[in-house]
């Protein structure tokens, strides 16, 4: 009897330790699997991150800006053309607010105006665009409207002069990040972004750059072309006759007295 109740005592024994030893062991395990999934990081969707503008690069504190281009060309491709060729689906690019500028291209480095028979030109002279009588910066201008994805695109480009007095205003149906540039440009001009409540985003003494030659690819030629940043989301694209800058003297954040919202309106 004794010896039974002690070979019970001894079973009941053995069990309990089987049982604190399984216990244990379950513990362990569940303190193992909690960092794994404590640790785990959420998924970001990047596709609605993009930004509708950069706060970074605004400029309500700096009215002046360096027209110069930075030494640094732009490799973002835009995707419409010359001469001013808007991106509007474009990539973050390099702000153009001249920081860095180098001296402007002396007349001995430009191109010449009329192509030569090495040349392949894209674009054509456009004529019998709209026009409206504009006042900016004080100066009254005889403005032509591109206010289509086909006219944007044409712009300035095969034109060999830009008569003073003249101006062509681009119009975007809504405020976008911009990127012009100079193809098939035959004259130099000057730029004016403007935002879509009339202010002035961004400007630049823009210089015509070589032509394609018929030894380039349209891709390698347009990856060389420089692109001028509208620098924050902007509606219309103002360009001048060169010099004209200098003589308005304009500012960034400076509004601009016009009926936008009426060209708004037209663009399409």
């Known amino acids: 009897m004794i010896t039974g109740m002690t070979t019970w005592h001894r079973t009941q024994r053995a069990s309990i330790s089987v049982h604190r030893a399984t216990s244990i062991v379950a513990l362990a395990l569940m303190t193992l699997a909690v960092p794994a999934h404590a640790h785990t990081s959420p998924l970001v969707s990047l596709a609605s991150a993009t930004p509708t503008s950069h706060p970074s690069q605004e400029t309500s504190q700096n009215t002046t800006q360096d027209t110069k281009k930075p030494t640094a060309p732009e490799t973002d491709k835009p995707t419409s053309n010359a001469p001013s060729a ?31 028979d090495d040349n392949i030109v894209e674009a054509h002279a ?29 712009g300035m480009g095969a034109r060999d002069r830009f008569p003073a007095g003249t101006a062509m205003i681009f119009v975007h149906p809504r405020p976008i990040m911009l990127n012009y540039w100079m193809k098939d440009c035959f004259i130099d001009m000057d730029m004016i972004f403007v935002d879509g409540q009339g202010r002035v985003a961004a400007f630049y003494e823009a210089t015509r750059e070589p032509l394609r030659t018929k030894s380039e690819t349209v891709e390698r030629y347009e990856s060389r072309l420089y692109r001028y940043s509208s620098r924050r989301p902007a509606q219309f694209v103002i360009e001048v006759p060169p010099g004209s800058l200098k003589r308005m003297k304009p500012a960034l954040g400076q509004q601009i007295q016009l009926d936008w919202a009426s060209l708004a309106k037209r663009a399409k």
Request: charged letters at 25%; hydrophobic letters at 30%.
């Open 86 to 116: 808007p991106a509007d689906n474009s990539k973050p690019a390099t702000e153009k607010d001249g920081t860095s500028a180098t001296t402007a291209k002396t007349a001995a480095e430009k191109p010449p105006t009329v192509p030569t």
């Open 126 to 154: 456009q004529k019998d665009l709209p026009t409206q009588r504009v006042v900016l910066f004080g100066e009254s201008f005889d403005a032509e409207l591109c206010l289509d994805q086909a006219t944007r695109a044409n």
